[in-house]
């Protein structure tokens, strides 16, 4: 069977192991089920996510242009501290912005290859710990909005991670923690604003990935410089597709490319 389609970060559903699904133009593929078939990859060409226009891509699934214009790159996205809808003040398209800032947002801890603290929107619970990978998650605070997220992410950065070593993720070479303990630790951290929004009593959750066999050594695919690949699909975790040969793919790092998809 051949798929083409503008690749877009995969979605998911956190069932007994997590359920991945991918949008093609004409087709929606649950890729649970291509586990241990021979799947191939080739560039077709680019499709920024924002003018749809064949431009080369720049970051986040966007042309240089749109990267620099587009409200959903603002710097708040990656930097939720400097998020200023809650004072009313734009940064590209307030209406935009409020929408998205002034949610509820979760401060977390996620173990993915180390204990690492992060910020998501309520509603991306539990999709951004199954996005980063994470096989165990607790959250620290719910907010009203993206700045005090950002601000207490910030103050807690300083005493735990704040990325993760995606290498250590795909080999599977991680330990379990004790989130509830760590949360306990940091709470003494958590800034005044937010300290009353300081989440009581909850328990971590735990996910479970499609992974069939772990590689030893990861190699990453850059299909653009490749222009093709053939594998045998092994497993998924994170955002990224796990082949017998060693090989990874990060589909959310390639969004924005257009690609033709082979399974068989």
Request: include cysteine; proline fraction near 3%; charge should be neutral.
């Amino acid at each position: 069977m051949t798929y083409q389609g503008v690749l877009k970060k995969m979605q998911t559903a956190n069932e007994k192991k997590v359920q991945y699904y991918l949008e093609m133009q004409h087709d929606f593929l649950n890729m649970n089920q291509l586990l241990d078939k021979e799947i191939s990859l080739s560039f077709v060409k680019y499709e920024c996510l924002n003018c749809h226009l064949d431009k080369q891509i720049y970051r986040q699934g966007f042309c240089q242009k749109c990267f620099f214009e587009t409200p959903t790159a603002g710097d708040w996205i990656m930097k939720p501290e400097l998020s200023t809808a809650h004072l009313g003040k734009e940064d590209r398209d307030l209406e935009y912005e409020k929408a998205v800032q002034l949610k509820p947002h979760i401060v977390y801890l996620a173990n993915s290859s180390e204990v690492k603290v992060g910020v998501t929107r309520k509603t991306q619970v539990p999709t951004r710990w199954i996005d980063q990978g994470a096989h165990e998650a607790i959250e620290i605070v719910e907010v009203p909005n993206r700045y005090l997220a950002g601000i207490t992410e910030v103050a807690l950065k300083n005493y735990v991670a704040d990325k993760t070593n995606w290498r250590k993720m795909l080999t599977n070479d991680i330990t379990d923690a004790d989130l509830k303990s760590e949360k306990e630790k940091l709470s003494a951290y958590i800034p005044e604003e937010a300290k009353e929004y300081y989440i009581k009593n909850n328990e971590e959750i735990h996910i479970n990935f499609p992974v069939n066999k772990y590689p030893e050594k990861v190699k990453s695919l850059n299909i653009v410089k490749s222009q093709f690949y053939k594998g045998i699909l092994k497993g998924i975790k994170g955002q990224y597709l796990i082949f017998e040969d060693n090989t990874v793919f990060n589909v959310r790092a390639n969004e924005g490319l257009v690609v033709k998809f082979v399974v068989g």
